[in-house]
């Protein structure tokens, strides 16, 4: 497969999105939002495409899929990857791969998550990548901003 024409040039720093939140309530909470596949479908994906499918075997080595669909039922997408590690409640690592149109994954990134307590509230660092392009770099930002507006939302019910 090609490279795409600015790969050869971009840094893995320019191509990894880090992402720090802090939440409101303890870490278990937060750690049981990311892990639990029934809390996580109510906040999965950005406001515009949320998730309306989740499934995941939480554990080193087992599998996640995931797919997301269009606010306006205008399309479906559809990802998924692999834990490995799991760290309950301070860590989780797992790859992440979009379908593409013929059905295979697409490139994979790494996500790893790691939660702080900091007395009652959490904090969250997201670090997904590298990723092929600046550019996906870039649009993941603004999902994950998304989801993570989502998932703040969710934590304070």
Request: aromatic content about 10%; glycine content about 10%; charged content about 25%.
């Amino acid at each position: 497969m090609a490279a795409s024409a600015n790969s050869a040039v971009l840094d893995a720093d320019d191509r990894t999105l880090t992402i720090v939140r802090v939440f409101n309530v303890p870490r278990e909470l937060v750690y049981a939002a990311w892990t639990n596949p029934l809390r996580a479908l109510v906040w999965m994906g950005p406001r515009h495409c949320p998730a309306f499918h989740l499934e995941g075997d939480v554990k080193v080595g087992g599998k996640w899929r995931m797919g997301l669909r269009g606010a306006d039922d205008s399309r479906e997408l559809w990802q998924g990857g692999t834990y490995l590690e799991v760290s309950p409640p301070e860590r989780l690592v797992f790859t992440m791969a979009w379908d593409q149109e013929d059905g295979t994954p697409g490139p994979e990134t790494v996500i790893t998550l790691t939660f702080k307590a900091i007395g009652g509230k959490t904090r969250l660092t997201f670090q997904q990548g590298a990723f092929n392009t600046v550019a996906n770099c870039n649009g993941h930002r603004e999902g994950w901003t998304s989801s993570f507006d989502r998932l703040e939302d969710f934590l304070r019910k």
